[in-house]
């Protein structure tokens, strides 16, 4: 009996000590090798009385388990111990750099092509396109705008043979023909481009984007286009409110015809958007002309609607805050770099327009 | 459009202030580009300041002054005036400026060797004193806190400058602007003042109009005045056309002039002396020329519309007078046109003989057919009075009467597309007020348009007049309807929004360039498409469309480079030209990548960019984009502008005849021919109409999920092969011989050189076999390896490395 606590009070004296993984070890085979203390003390088991036997087995066994434990517990204090004095020696300098990152860009007009599209997509318009280049018949006399009318000065044209048929387009107008002309009505599309026109200087550049848009149904009217303006031009800006001011205007294939501007301040020489005395032009709308309509077999007298121009180039630059329409357009590394948007950006009615 | 606000006033009785005034003439459409005073060569002269004073170094008259004129800077003035002092308040002139006395222009000049930067003025010298020694001295009382200002006061009225839409051309005359701003309430239209003129005689000079197929003159009035002597106009008059910024001439001239700015009338007055005979308005013919007033000569086609008399062309009808009949100050006696020219013929004219002049922007927009008289009896009594003389009748030839044409209008019409009411009286007022004839017939108007409103011939033109005389305020602005037709994107333009983003997430900036290029550069890009000359271009290095998106971007990416970018990556999505119909392009993305792989990177080797970075970038995008790896089909063939070695192009099938992509590294040719200074240079292009409609939607397209969890077996072979046998007919060999066991097939080494025969290469691949109903006994492993080998080596010529 005594001999078990004998055995416990010294062994357990033994490992409170510092030990290494030797000792330790030692230690172990010293208590539950061949030859060990508590090996031994089982031997002696079976020479006991019966009456005792039990009692002995049970003391030993609880004595065994609890120098087991502290054994093993000590094994693990000892590895964990290594493990961390290993570990300070493979200490780095994380705040050297990262491995190579690369973020590619999208162009501020490719951004804000789809925001445009995003706003528009909410009330229902849907996008179509058309070629670069047009015959003059599309870009011109179809939109009411014959050979001999002064309002083809209007445009610079780039044209592309002496006949000066075909030509590249100088406005997204030429799409809604081409819409009109293979459906039916009614028609809800907006069409996003490039468009050119020959003329280059600082605030003019031989390419540019425009964004068409088109509503013809059986009783859409001013009214209507004021408020889809006005549902875009504040969702584009992301404001409350916004100073929208309609001036008449004329432009062939719209009448009546409306150039729009918005109200603006400068606060430190940026453009704030909606407040303001100040006027900005910012697009070009109308009700389509009845001649437009029936150039494209449509009954003016049953369908009637409007068309609008934005200069999506000009929009980027009062969003964002850019100076030169000239350097979109430069591939300036640096320009790209600074204004252009993260790919995983993409607008979106519910995720938000911009960051 | 330029005019004051005073002669507005001739036109328009208004108690409207001037602010209110240009408010109105934007709100109906009549937009007002600005508002202010014509700058005056006397705004040259302001009041400066003496700060100090040198005794100039090569002359001991002179002094070299430090002048304050109100700027950051001061400048340096040499004065010779005994007074020029230290603190004295005087008028300084700076360079450009005319000196009111002599006419003499400033300039920077140099003055014994000492430049100075204008002059300090004496009174003489500013017609202020007939005499006195020495530069102004200006009071210190009054002038002490003007420093800067300008010393004369600008009196010239302020000008509004209007820009008038092509379809108003009765607004390019004063009187037509006072109408508009009557109708829309700012006060009410003056009657025309139609003094008698004393007539004396008919006119002599007999005029007529040939009756010539496409005649493009249809009215031609005149009138001779005798014994006129021309000279400088009066000062009311010359003050009239300065303030517009035109340069008077004479008064015969300028009372032309001011007619057509008034009146939107032109007219032209010829030498009746210089004239052979008679007036006769004819076609010309073909090689016929002309000097005009222009002083250049026009060499003239068939048809075009000529006043001539018996010797020749005298004139372009409505486009521009000649020389040979000019009036000149000695001019005694002239003969006053004032006819009307149709639009086509005069746009036609001018646009062949590229001539762009006052008249002809008029006449093509449409004269007043009715103002014949008018504008001659204003003309003639004006030049009566100025010039003297004696005025004859008024002669009137015409080939056409002057239509009145009658529309009618449905008042229903107008709140059906402007979305407001408006009462039926308001909509009369409107339309009396600009000068139609109204007659009501239950609900729709009859309506007389007036012979200056050429644009209105329909009903729609009518509810513009109404609308934007009513205010495009009364509009109201209704909810937008959210009503859907069409999907938001069709399936190529989805493709176009993800493709775009997917090539940007690997690192490429995007960038967007001209539709067109310059033509040597797309020459080496262009290959069998044809190249698409720009008749007009804006600079000649811009001169075609483009072929190839390359061909811009290798243009930027130079400049980038040049900037001291090294590793660069661009890409632009954009359309390309196969040829000039309408349709004839393709939506192509191209990506160029430059330099090295971590460059300058402390844990990461660097390396050249190669084909394998670019097919990578290709591939991946494509994947993304939903296309299925195991169709995807590689060949060599690539555009010449591609290494030919390591480059090719990919197939979304085996069997397609349209690749969809190209990538490699660029010619190096090519590379030298730009000048492109980088260790390495690759590209890809994906075709993006190519890809059309090869994809189902994802809904319909995935297949249902099956997976085995039997153990899987690794396999390793390594076959030596020909050196020209490709790595993807190797894989495609073994992946085919059983689909339902070989899972995957990786190539983890290609060797050449020594052990191996020269023409020859080892490709070492690992297998992957798994069954999907067993886990694989050795047996089964051993007969499917076997069954790799055999197959490989019959199929191609390889042997198993042993």
Known sequence: MSDIKKIKNEFLHKLNADLDIESINQIKSELFGKKGKISNSFKILGSLPTEERKKFASDLNFVKNELQEKINKKIQEIEVKEINSKLENEKVDVTLPERNIVQGKIHPVSQVIDEISSIFSEIGFSVEEGPDIENEHYNFTALNTPDNHPARDMHDTFYLDDKKELLLRTHTSPVQVRTMLKGKPPFKIIAPGRTYRSDSDQTHAPMFHQVEGLHIDKNINMGHLKGCLNYFIKSFFEVDKIKMRFRPSHFPFTEPSAEVDIGYELKDSKIVIGEGDKWLEILGCGMVHPNVLKNVKINPDKYQGYAFGIGIDRLAMLKYGINDLRAFFETDYRWLNHFGFDPLDVPSNYRGLSR | ?802
Not at chain 2, 321 to 326: E, I, Y
Not at chain 2, 416 to 422: D, E, L, R, V
Not at chain 2, 535 to 560: H, Q
Request: proline share 3%; charged share 30%.
């Open chain 2, 1 to 802: 459009m330029k005019f004051t606000i005073g002669w507005l006033k001739e036109h328009l009785h208004t108690k409207f202030k001037d602010n209110q005034i240009i408010q109105k003439l934007t709100d109906i459409g009549l937009e007002v580009e600005s508002f202010e005073k014509v700058s005056s060569d006397l705004d040259n002269f302001k009041v400066a300041k003496i700060i100090n004073v040198e005794q100039h170094p090569n002359a001991d008259k002179l002094k070299i002054c430090d002048v304050d004129i109100g700027e950051q800077n001061t400048v340096k003035v040499v004065c010779g005036a005994p007074n020029a002092k230290k603190g004295l308040l005087t008028v300084y002139a700076g360079p450009g400026s005319v000196i009111p006395k002599n006419n003499m222009k400033l300039t920077v000049s140099k003055i014994r060797g000492v430049t100075s930067y204008g002059m300090l003025c004496s009174e003489l010298e500013l017609n202020l004193s007939d005499g006195g020694d020495g530069i102004t001295e200006l009071k210190s009382k009054k002038y002490f806190d003007k420093v800067g200002k300008n010393f004369f006061k600008n009196n010239t009225e302020k000008v509004i400058d209007l820009s008038i839409t092509p379809n108003r051309p009765d607004c390019l005359g004063v009187r037509g602007v006072a109408r508009d701003l009557a109708a829309a309430g700012v006060g009410k239209l003056k009657n025309i003042s139609n003094m008698k003129i004393k007539i004396s005689g008919p006119q002599k000079i007999k005029v007529s109009i040939i009756k010539d197929k496409n005649q493009g003159c249809t009215i031609f009035g005149s009138c001779l005045i005798k014994d006129v002597t021309n000279k400088e106009s009066p000062k009311w008059l010359k003050d009239k056309i300065i303030s517009l910024g035109q340069k008077p001439i004479s008064a015969i001239v300028d009372i032309t002039n001011y007619v057509m700015l008034d009146l939107n009338r032109p007219l032209h007055a010829y030498d009746s002396d210089k004239i052979d005979k008679e007036i006769i308005v004819r076609n010309s013919e073909k090689g016929e020329t002309f000097e005009a007033l222009d002083n250049k000569v026009y060499k003239l086609d068939n048809d075009m519309c000529v006043i001539s008399d018996k010797s020749g062309v005298l004139g372009l009808g409505g486009i521009i007078g000649g020389k040979r009949s000019g009036t000149e100050f000695n001019t005694k006696n002239i003969l006053l046109e004032s006819a009307y020219f149709l639009p086509r013929s005069i746009r036609k004219t001018s646009k062949l003989l590229n001539i762009d002049t006052d008249a002809k922007f008029r006449f093509e927009r449409g004269i007043d057919p009715q103002s014949i008289q008018i504008g001659l009896n204003k003309a003639a009594q004006l030049i009566a009075k100025i010039c003297g003389g004696k005025v004859s009748k008024f002669d009137v030839q015409s080939i056409s009467n002057v239509k009145k044409n009658k529309i009618k209008f449905k008042i229903s019409l107008f709140e059906k597309i402007a979305g407001f009411k408006i009462k039926n009286k308001e909509v009369i007022k409107i339309l009396i007020d600009l000068g139609f004839k109204v007659s009501k017939k239950k609900s729709e108007l009859e309506l007389t348009i007036p012979t200056w409103r050429p644009d209105i011939t329909q009903p729609i033109d009518i509810v513009e007049e109404i609308v934007r005389i009513k205010g495009f305020n009364n509009i109201e602005i209704l909810e937008p309807q959210k009503y859907r037709i069409k999907d938001t994107l069709n399936e190529q333009q989805k493709l176009f929004h993800f493709l775009q983003r997917s090539v940007a997430s690997k690192g490429y900036f995007e960038t967007v360039t001209w539709s067109f290029t310059d033509s040597k550069i797309n020459n080496l890009f262009k290959e069998n498409y044809k190249e698409i000359k720009i008749v007009n271009p804006i600079s000649s290095d811009l001169d075609v469309l483009r072929n190839s998106i390359f061909s811009n971007l290798t243009f930027y990416l130079k400049k980038n480079l040049d900037r001291d970018f090294k590793d660069i990556s661009l890409f632009e999505i954009g359309p390309i030209f196969k040829d000039k119909k309408p349709g004839e392009q393709l939506t192509v993305i191209g990506a160029i990548k430059s330099g090295k792989i971590s460059r300058l990177n402390w844990n990461e080797e660097n390396r050249p960019v190669d084909v394998f970075d670019a097919k990578k970038d290709a591939i991946q995008t494509l994947l993304e984009a939903g296309y299925d790896r195991q169709n995807l089909f590689i060949r060599e063939k690539s555009p010449s502008y591609y290494h030919p070695g390591k480059s090719g192009s990919v197939y979304l099938d085996k069997d397609d005849i349209d690749p969809v992509a190209y990538f490699g590294e660029i010619h190096p040719n090519i590379i030298k021919k730009i000048d492109i200074n980088t260790e390495a240079l690759v590209g890809f292009e994906i075709y993006l109409d190519y890809l059309k409609d090869k994809k189902l939607k994802l809904k319909d397209s995935k297949s249902k999920f099956q997976f085995s969890d039997y153990q899987k077996s690794d396999r390793d072979f390594a076959f030596v092969v020909d050196k020209n046998f490709k790595a993807q007919d190797l894989i495609e060999i073994i992946s085919s011989i059983d689909q339902s066991l070989i899972k995957s097939v990786k190539i983890f080494d290609v060797y050449e050189g020594e052990n191996i025969p020269k023409d020859k290469k080892s490709i070492a691949l690992n297998v992957t076999i798994q069954s999907s109903e067993k886990t694989l006994e050795e047996s089964d492993l051993e007969k499917i390896n076997k069954l790799i080998v055999s197959t490989v080596e019959t199929r191609s010529g390889a042997k198993i490395r042993s």
